[in-house]
């Protein structure tokens, strides 16, 4: 059971666009920057969005977040194939003064 | 570049205890903060421990408070996590990562550990 909720999966077609969902609570994304990491099956993580809205250099510029409130984003414009991966979000949360995840969307490209 | 190799994954009977240890290169490891981080077969990430860059600092998840403590050797460039009291639902794969601008900046390989009788 993942503190943040994000769907469990997502779908899109090359060229489009996708979001990915990441909700929380006040303790967590409401009072604390959002982070996004991108897995492909088999092989570490890595990271993709910082401070809620900052990629990491080597990061296409087709990848950006956003929070409002309890709640963030992920965004993908211009889906390609080689997007098809898993997508957590994570931030610190102060009432349990650790980090949480979400359980993980995997998004497939059609 | 910056490498993160873990070690020390293995087959543990509940109870037991492992030692995993996480060495790093291509960067000052004395000025960085580092986690583990672990994920489940078949599951999703989940945070373990972290320690401030001269170890004044640590943090931990709730399930392993007690009985897992994190550590580093500044001079040996390495990071460790000594788990002990073991559970079946420890097994997964452990990865150490660097914190930087993302917490979770740079990530190793990952180490297998599973606890079964």
């Known amino acids: 059971h993942s503190v943040l909720t994000q769907p469990p999966s997502a779908s899109g077609t090359p060229g489009q666009r996708v979001t990915i969902s990441c909700s929380g609570s006040s303790s967590d994304i409401g009072s604390s920057a959002v982070n996004w990491f991108q897995q492909f099956p088999g092989s570490a993580p890595k990271s993709l969005i910082y401070n809620t809205d900052e990629r990491p250099s080597g990061v296409p510029d087709r990848f950006s977040g956003s929070k409002s409130g309890t709640s963030a984003s992920l965004a993908i414009s211009a889906l390609q194939s080689e997007d098809e991966a898993d997508y957590y979000c994570a931030a610190w949360d102060d009432r349990l003064n650790g980090w949480v995840l979400g359980g993980g969307t995997r998004l497939t490209v059609l | 570049q910056v490498q993160l190799v873990e070690s020390g994954g293995n087959v543990v009977q509940p109870g037991g205890s492992l030692r995993l240890s996480c060495i790093v290169s291509?960067?000052?490891?004395?000025?960085?903060?580092m986690h583990w981080v672990r994920q489940a077969p078949g599951k999703g990430l989940d945070w373990v421990a972290f320690?401030?860059?001269?170890?004044?600092?640590?943090a931990y998840v709730g399930s392993v408070k007690g009985r897992f403590t994190i550590s580093r050797d500044n001079s040996k460039n390495t990071l460790y996590l000594q788990m002990d009291n073991l559970r079946p639902e420890d097994t997964a794969m452990y990865y150490c990562?660097?914190?930087?601008?993302?917490?979770?900046?740079?990530w190793g390989q990952g180490t297998s550990v599973t606890v079964s009788s």
């Open positions: 291509g960067f000052d490891f004395s000025r960085f903060g």
């Open positions: 990562a660097k914190e930087s601008l993302s917490p979770w900046d740079h």
């Open positions: 320690i401030r860059p001269d170890a004044s600092d640590r």
